[in-house]
């Protein structure tokens, strides 16, 4: 029985190669599943919050890759992490909003959080590990 070396050699370089290239084109494509599913997971008044949450800043150094998305509206880590609001500064600072046939008035209120970023990652994390295992698997078959 002989054994080549270098043969072996190459081919565990082509295996690192098309691990590499296939991670690379999957980080647009797991960033795509993550923002969908948050955008699944963001509660929705008028839509704005939802439509603002994209993928930007994809990058790699070495053998690491990232991408990052978040959400483009103001009031986006209110909603996530809830928090005092405050009324706006007119002549008097208050909110006012009808609920239950009558006018509500405070000067501030408590929003709870939605936490629709963390459980849009959460319900994400399966798909993009299927997305992985699929992907790599083809890329070492390659």
Do not use: C
Not at 69 to 75: L, V
Request: aromatic content about 12%; glycine content about 10%.
């Amino acid at each position: 029985m002989s054994f080549n070396i270098e043969s072996t050699l190459a081919g565990f370089e082509s295996l690192k190669n098309n691990i590499i290239q296939t991670t690379q084109n999957l980080i647009g494509e797991g960033g795509d599943v993550m923002v969908q599913s948050v955008k699944n997971a963001t509660p929705v008044m008028s839509g704005k919050l939802r439509e603002s949450v994209y993928a930007y800043d994809s990058k790699s150094t070495g053998y690491s890759w990232e991408i990052k998305f978040a959400p483009h509206t103001i009031y986006a880590r209110q909603r996530e992490l809830g928090g005092q609001l405050f009324g706006k500064y007119t002549t008097h600072l208050t909110l006012r909003w009808f609920r239950d046939g009558r006018w509500h008035i405070r000067r501030t209120v408590y929003q709870t959080g939605s936490h629709y970023l963390e459980r849009g990652v959460d319900a994400s994390i399966a798909q993009i590990s299927a997305l992985l295992v699929d992907r790599w698997g083809a890329g070492m078959r390659a």
